[in-house]
């Protein structure tokens, strides 16, 4: 556990990080059933919470999961920053179903909040990736949903690391190129910005939007892209 790490659990500060706070019936834990966001924090604060927010109530929608409270949510944010003494780091927002059956039935609820904080290193200005040997699902029920069913990505990561790679990188089902296991993916081409569309079955990023604003002497837009 990082010693900076402090987490805010169903509208409470725990005073030690690893207390036993989530029930062993919560469903997120049980089969996945929650979502989740992940956002940088820079020295003057999270980056794009409000962005972040939205898609967390999205990624529950799909889900079949209630609303969070984004005022909740931003409480959390506040407690778990509160008092760093860190310039950069992440924030994990996690949304479940709370308690629920020891199967695939809908959670009874009510719904189970965490927010976490902690600081991390910089990532190096380049990197080596490598293609992993399983597809992105473009027709999934959960496609594009940030969820905490996040099996596939912690083994493609794995594969990058025993690569020697800092990320894996997915094709889809139709063969072309989608996002990686925790990133989506800009390619330079005749010196505009291009990245796969939505239709590839991939997350509809924060900072993937935001590389699409049009802004001066700058083209980016979406096209499938061979792998």
């Known amino acids: 556990m990082s010693e900076t790490q402090k987490i805010w659990f169903n509208g409470e500060l725990l005073s030690d990080p690893e207390a ?33 927010l939205r898609r967390l109530t999205k990624s529950a929608t799909a889900m079949g999961l209630p609303e969070p409270s984004h005022d909740e949510c ?16 992440k924030i994990r927002i996690t949304w479940t179903g709370g308690k629920g059956p020891l ?12 927010v976490a904080s902690e600081a991390v290193t910089r990532d190096a200005p380049t990197t080596r990736v490598v293609t992993v040997p399983w597809t992105r699902n473009i027709n999934g029920a959960l496609t594009g ?30 063969g072309f190129l989608a996002e990686g296991t925790g990133s989506n993916i800009f390619v330079v081409r005749g010196g505009a910005l291009v990245t796969p569309p939505l239709s ?10 935001l590389g699409q604003v049009p802004c001066s002497g700058v083209t980016a837009f979406s096209s499938r892209l061979g792998f």
């Not at 931003?74 to 780091?89: I, K, M, N, S, T």
């Not at 039935?105 to 189970?112: H, I, L, Y």
């Not at 905490?148 to 990058?160: C, D, F, H, M, R």
């Open 20 to 52: 036993r706070a989530i029930m062993p019936i919560d469903h997120g834990l049980v089969v996945g059933d929650g979502v989740f966001e992940a956002l940088k924090v820079e020295k003057g604060g999270p980056f794009a919470l409000t962005r972040h």
């Open 74 to 89: 931003r409480r959390g944010v506040a407690a778990v920053l509160e008092g760093r003494d860190w310039d950069f780091g």
């Open 103 to 114: 199967g695939s039935g809908k959670a009874f609820g009510p719904g189970t909040l965490i």
């Open 145 to 174: 949903v940030k969820t905490t069913s996040y099996g596939e990505n912690v083994v493609g990561l794995a594969y990058a690391t025993e690569h020697d790679a800092t990320e894996g990188i997915f094709e889809n089902t139709e």
């Open 200 to 209: 590839a079955g991939i997350l509809d990023g924060v900072t993937r939007r």
